[in-house]
C-alpha cells in the first residue's frame, strides 16, 4: 500500500496496509512462503543479513535480507507491520500463541528477584505464568483488585516494591472473564514515579485481546506495550493460534531475538490467516458488539440471572465509566453474567444451550459460552476467584456474528432449565 499511514483510517489500514503486490509478481493477495531457510547471491549479502538482524540496522538503513524463518519470513513482516499500524506502534512481534507472547515479554522483562504487580482478575494462563513458573525465579507477583482507584494500585505496588525491584506493571483490562476495567494513564504515572524514585521505571504491559486494536489503543494512553491473542478477534474463526506484542522498535527488537532463542515465531501458513482475518475485523467487530449489546440487555432484564458484567452498564458518575468512557471506543462483546443460584443451576443451563457453542476461547464468529470457575480459571483457586468476583453461577460468553433473534432465542429456552 502506498498511501502514508496517518492519512488512512485503522479499518483500511486492516486490509492491505504492509504488502505491495508489486514485490510479490503482482499477486492481488500476500503469497504463502513454505521455506526453512534463503539464499544468498553474495557471501557479503549473508554477512550483512546477519549483522543487521543481530545488531540492528545502521541509521539509513533498511531490514536485511531474509535469514531462515525462525528469525523472520515474508508472511511474518507482512503481519508484524499491518499489527503494528493498527497498535499505533514502531514495531510488532508475533508469536506461535497468546501465551508465547506473554511468556516472551516477562522473561524479556524480568530479572531473578524481581517483583511485579498485575491486575486481577486476568486470564488464567498468565496468573499461572506469574505464581507459578516464575517464582522458580524468585520473581513475586502482587494482585490489584480495583485498577482504577489510585490507592489501591498504589498499595500493591508498594508491597511489590518491599519485596524486590519492581519490573513490570501487568494490566488486563477490560479483564477475564469480569470485564473490570484499568486505567491505563493513572498506571503509567505511577510507574514513572517509582522509576523516579528508584531508578528503574516498570515496564507497563497491557493485554488488549477483549476489545483489540479497533476499540482500544493501549499505546496512547501511556502502556509501553500492547499485546494480543490473535487467537481471538483478530484471527475471528476459532482456527489459529498467534499472538502479538507491539512497542517501541527497541523494546520489539528484544523480544525478536528472545523469540528466535525460544524458537516460538508465527509459521507463514498462519501469518497468512491472520492477514487474511484482518480485512473482516472491522465488520465482525461491528456486528458482533451490536449481538452483545442486544444480549446484554436481554439478560439483564431476565428473571433469572443476577448480574451481568457488561461494559455498557457501568454506572454513570463512578470512576469505572469515567475510565471506559475516555479509553475505551465500545464495549466488545465478552463478558460475563451470573445465573440465580450456583454451579447445578449454571451446568443446566449450559446442558440446553443448543446454537451457541459450549467451548473456552473467544472472538470466533461462533457464540462461545462456558462456566469460568470450571474451565478458564479452574487452575485459580477458589478463593481467588471469588474475591475478585468468578462464583459458580458466573457464565462467560462470547458474542458471535448470528442472527440476533436466534441467539436470544437459544438462550431464553436455556434459562428455563435454571
Known amino acids: 500500500m502506498t498511501h502514508d499511514a496517518k492519512d488512512l483510517h485503522l479499518e483500511t489500514l486492516a486490509i492491505g496496509y504492509g504488502f505491495d503486490p508489486a514485490q510479490h509478481q503482482g499477486a492481488a493477495k500476500p503469497p504463502i512462503y513454505l521455506t526453512s531457510t ?27 535480507a531474509y ?17 503494528a499500524v493498527l497498535d499505533g506502534a514502531e514495531d510488532c512481534a508475533a508469536f506461535s500463541s497468546g501465551m508465547a507472547a506473554l511468556s516472551t515479554t516477562l522473561m524479556a522483562l524480568l530479572r531473578p528477584g524481581d517483583s511485579l504487580v498485575y491486575s486481577r482478575p486476568i486470564y488464567s494462563g498468565t496468573d499461572g505464568l506469574m505464581n507459578g513458573h516464575l517464582t522458580n525465579y524468585g520473581v513475586k507477583a502482587f494482585g490489584i483488585t480495583n485498577a482504577v482507584d489510585r490507592a489501591t494500585v498504589q498499595a500493591a505496588v508498594d508491597l511489590a516494591l518491599a519485596a524486590g525491584p519492581l519490573g513490570v506493571m501487568m494490566i488486563e483490562s477490560p479483564a477475564n472473564p469480569t470485564a473490570a476495567i484499568a486505567d491505563i494513564a493513572m498506571i503509567r504515572s505511577i510507574a514513572d514515579a517509582v522509576g523516579e524514585k528508584t531508578g528503574r521505571r516498570p515496564i507497563v504491559v497491557v493485554d488488549n485481546t477483549f476489545l483489540g486494536q479497533l476499540l482500544q489503543s493501549p499505546l496512547s494512553w501511556g502502556a509501553d506495550l500492547t499485546m494480543i491473542s490473535l487467537t481471538k478477534y483478530c484471527g475471528g474463526h476459532s482456527d489459529l493460534l498467534a499472538g502479538a506484542v507491539s512497542g517501541s522498535a527497541e523494546m520489539v527488537r528484544s523480544l525478536k531475538r528472545l523469540r528466535t532463542t525460544f524458537g516460538c515465531h508465527l509459521d507463514p501458513q498462519t501469518s497468512w490467516l491472520v492477514l487474511r482475518s484482518l480485512e473482516t475485523l ?5 456486528r458482533s458488539c451490536a449481538n452483545a449489546k442486544a444480549i446484554a440487555a436481554f439478560l439483564q432484564d431476565h428473571p433469572k440471572v443476577r448480574a451481568v458484567t457488561y461494559l455498557g452498564f457501568l454506572v ?25 443460584g450456583g454451579e447445578a443451576e449454571a451446568f443446566r443451563m449450559l446442558d440446553k444451550v443448543r446454537l451457541a457453542k459450549m467451548a473456552v476461547s473467544l472472538g470466533g464468529a461462533e457464540t462461545l459460552i462456558c462456566h469460568s470457575a470450571t474451565t478458564t480459571h479452574y487452575a485459580v483457586p477458589e478463593a481467588q476467584r471469588r474475591e475478585v468476583g468468578i462464583d459458580d453461577g458466573t457464565i462467560r460468553i462470547s458474542v458471535g456474528l448470528e442472527h440476533i433473534d436466534d441467539l436470544i432465542a437459544d438462550l431464553s429456552q436455556a434459562l428455563e432449565a435454571v
Do not use: W
Not at 454513570?316 to 479509553?327: N, T
Open 316 to 340: 454513570e458518575g463512578s470512576p469505572e465509566r469515567a475510565v471506559y468512557d475516555r479509553q475505551c471506543k465500545g464495549a466488545g462483546s465478552t463478558f460475563s453474567f451470573k445465573i440465580k
Open 38 to 64: 534463503f539464499v544468498y547471491p553474495t557471501a557479503q549479502i549473508a554477512k550483512d543479513a546477519h549483522r543487521v538482524f543481530f545488531d540492528g540496522p545502521k541509521d539509513g538503513e533498511g531490514a536485511g
Open 282 to 286: 472491522a465488520l465482525r467487530t461491528e
Open 67 to 83: 535469514i531462515y524463518s525462525r528469525l523472520n519470513h515474508p508472511n511474518l513482516d507482512m503481519v508484524e507491520k499491518r499489527l
